[in-house]
């Protein structure tokens, strides 16, 4: 049964090595028959959660942004796949932010049971992505009927392109046909 699949690059260096990841990953769930869209971060505008908790009985944000309209595909998504560049041993900025303003989908009737994170770092010890993984599973855990699939990282790749040919490529391109 085909899966709707949201895809969201948050690096906003153009033809990133988290971005190829996602790229790979899309390729793969297109291959298995599953519709993919793809989103990048690099040019859209979002802005940080206020804390307001309105979204809570609006199941909207008060902020009129990017963040409202890519919410809403999430929400709409049977599969998110998030990919993310690691900085100093987290996740990028653009997708704390970003996850912080998918507030709106805690009360909702949300869709996704799954989510796959995939990230690229500079270090490439196993366990530079560990914070990653925490940040985005705390997120996960706030949806009871989600769960993070799978991890899929590449370290060792610090400028554009240099994770051509590396088999975290292949891995992400097979974990999304075996969506």
């Known amino acids: ?19 190829a990841l996602a790229t790979a990953f899309a390729a793969g769930a ?6 993919v869209e793809q989103i990048t971060l690099r040019d859209k505008t979002i802005n940080f959660c206020k804390g ?3 979204c809570q009985k609006s199941r909207q944000c008060v ?36 996850l912080d303003r998918a507030n709106p989908l805690f009360p909702s009737d949300y869709r996704f049971r799954e989510v796959y994170l995939l990230a690229t770092a500079a270090e490439d010890e196993a366990d530079t992505v560990a ?11 706030c949806f009871d009927k989600a769960e993070l699939k799978e991890t899929i ?10 994770i051509a040919g590396n088999a975290a490529l292949e891995k992400a391109r097979q974990a999304g046909s075996n969506i």
């Open 52 to 54: 307001c908790l309105a």
């Open 131 to 141: 914070g990653t993984r925490v940040g985005v599973q705390g997120w996960v855990d």
């Open 63 to 98: 902020i009129n942004d990017d963040a409202n309209a890519i919410t809403a595909k999430i929400g709409q998504a049977d599969v998110v796949v998030l990919a993310t560049p690691v900085y100093y041993y987290g996740m990028c900025g653009q997708l704390k932010t970003l």
């Open 30 to 35: 297109r291959e298995a028959g599953h519709v």
């Open 1 to 19: 049964m085909s899966k709707n699949v949201i895809i969201i690059s948050t690096s906003l260096r153009k033809n990133s090595n988290s971005e």
């Open 153 to 162: 990282f590449c370290g060792g790749v610090t400028d554009t392109g240099d």
